[in-house]
């Protein structure tokens, strides 16, 4: 008879199949990440080459933007006619 009623009523090893919402917002949280991280490197072969391009072109802007402060009305570059 125990075995009857086993398989037939909820078991507290049904009950615990769903997550608590706390945990599902944590799961959901990881997956979010993982896609992300997936999209982000999707048809790149090399992932550190990108990343240094990347950060040589923030240098180049930083200068750029650094040579424009200190220049102000006085640029490097002079025009020359003759």
Known sequence: MGVCLSCCGNSAEEANLMPSPEERRQQQLEAAERR?????????????SVRRQQQRAEDLERREEEAARQGGANPNLRWQTS
């Open 36 to 48: 992300r991280l997936e999209n982000e490197s999707r048809g790149v072969k090399n992932p550190q």
